[in-house]
Antibody
Framework: EVRLVESGGGLVKPGGSLRLSCAASGFTFNTHSMNWVRQGPGKGLEWVATVSSASNYIYYGDSVKGRFTISRDNAQNSLYLQVNSLRAEDTAVYYC??????????????WGQGTLVTVAS | SYVLTQPPSVSVAPGKTARITCGGDSVGTENVHWYQQKPGQAPVLVISYDTDRPSGIPERFSGSISGNTATLTISRVEAGDEADYYCQVWESSDHYWVFGGGTKLTAL
């Protein structure tokens, strides 16, 4: 069974940082691209970042470029998102999602349950 | 930046057919994927690559493309189909994912 479990969310002040993690199991992690997608309260889905299976291709949404960093550790079956310089508008549930193959342009066929990041003073 | 346009809401009587559209310049040249999201739950992929139905998705769900518009069709709508539906496209020229704004499906 494919499982994606996010962690690391919480309450953080504007300008602060967090490191989100996603523990993957039930599939061969190093053969799939991975994504972070977020959803603000009462809002739609917003793509955040994507990393290909071997980390040779990494892409970011415009709203997070330069502040967030996606990475993965294939030996640990884990995906990460370092989020810096947080703003109120970054408040959202952050989902980890698996691409259905190794390259970046594949749809997300499995999603975790999300971790909530709240940015407030 | 690239935009995918969806109607905010669609209402249909149970047992009837719902059609949710997704318009954009790259629809027809890029693959469109559709997700269902029920309240408090993570999204679920219901249609991939314009018309493919992932394993476990009922045959009542289908996808189509005409010109610059993609359509998610749900036949014989059930109360359990009430959810938000999002279309998604990979913009290959600039390497980014785009989601439509989402459509809330209500079974009257």
């Amino acid at each position: 069974e494919v499982r994606l479990v996010e962690s690391g969310g919480g309450l953080v002040k504007p300008g602060g940082s967090l490191r989100l993690s996603c523990a993957a199991s039930g599939f061969t992690f190093n053969t799939h691209s991975m994504n972070w997608v977020r959803q603000g309260p009462g809002k739609g889905l917003e793509w955040v970042a994507t990393v290909s299976s071997a980390s040779n291709y990494i892409y970011y949404g415009d709203s997070v470029k330069g502040r967030f960093t996606i990475s993965r550790d294939n030996a640990q079956n884990s995906l990460y998102l370092q989020v810096n310089s947080l703003r109120a508008e970054d408040t959202a549930v952050y989902y980890c999602a698996r691409g259905d193959s190794s390259s970046s342009e594949r749809p997300s066929d499995y999603w975790g349950q999300g971790t909530l990041v709240t940015v407030a003073s | 930046s690239y935009v995918l346009t969806q109607p905010p809401s669609v209402s249909v009587a149970p047992g009837k057919t719902a059609r949710i559209t997704c318009g954009g310049d790259s629809v027809g040249t890029e693959n469109v994927h559709w997700y269902q999201q029920k309240p408090g739950q993570a999204p679920v992929l219901v249609i991939s690559y314009d018309t493919d139905r992932p394993s476990g998705i009922p045959e009542r769900f289908s996808g189509s493309i005409s010109g610059n518009t993609a359509t998610l069709t749900i036949s014989r709508v059930e109360a359990g189909d009430e959810a938000d539906y999002y279309c998604q496209v990979w913009e290959s020229s600039d390497h980014y994912w785009v989601f439509g704004g989402g459509t809330k499906l209500t079974a009257l």
